[in-house]
């Protein structure tokens, strides 16, 4: 009988409640209504039909990438450098890791190495800005050693989720790391395949060049980085 009573008058203050009156009952706890259900309900939808834009999922994976323990480069790093440029770049340039000057300013490329690439990009008519550059690790190696297997693995995911976000018509990889990375073999030899238009992972095109770095320790390669360049240009040219 109580029960009944006690159910009866939830029920009512539910009615007064659904109503929108509720001025009567100010001190009363209502108890978890459908409405407040269905309230719940329409937020979480409304989160989920809420489109991320590009800057906002690349960001996410910052975050993300920021908190990773996956190796041990980030008890040595001191920034994490995550990439940067347009979102919505037609071509991305990935390097390898980030070396001191990467390192201290938490950008890609803005060494010595940087600035002979950020010139090759220039070359083609294009501006820092436009293009979007990454490296396969996003955390220094002691020393600017080589990546490890180990690390490549740990790290790869940010990357293929970078370049899954911007989309890019052509990946311009620059030396061993990416090229392997990009091209799922880790036997291949720069030297092969450099100055090449490939599909790589998930069908993307991949276009293998040299590595700034060895560029400058061999001046002599800077011609065939040109023609290398010149080939971007004109591949770029034909996709608009
Ligand atoms: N070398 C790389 O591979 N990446 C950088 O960001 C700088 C130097």
New binding site residues.
Partial sequence: MERDIKKQLLALLEWYKEAGITFYFKNVEIPRTSIDKADKKDKVKQKEDKVESKEELLEKIRNEALSCKKCELYKTRKNL?FGEGNPNAKIMFI?????RE?DEQGR??V?Q??QHLTKLIEFIGLKREEVYIA?VLKCRPPNNRNPLPQEIEACKDFLFRQISIINPKIICT??TFSTQLLLLNNRIQITRVRGNLLKGWKNYMVFPTF?P?YLLRNPGSKKTAIEDFKKIKEILEELD
């Fill in positions: 450098v390097g390898e890791a980030p070396g990467e890609p490329f060494g190495a940087g490296n620059l030396g590595h770095s």
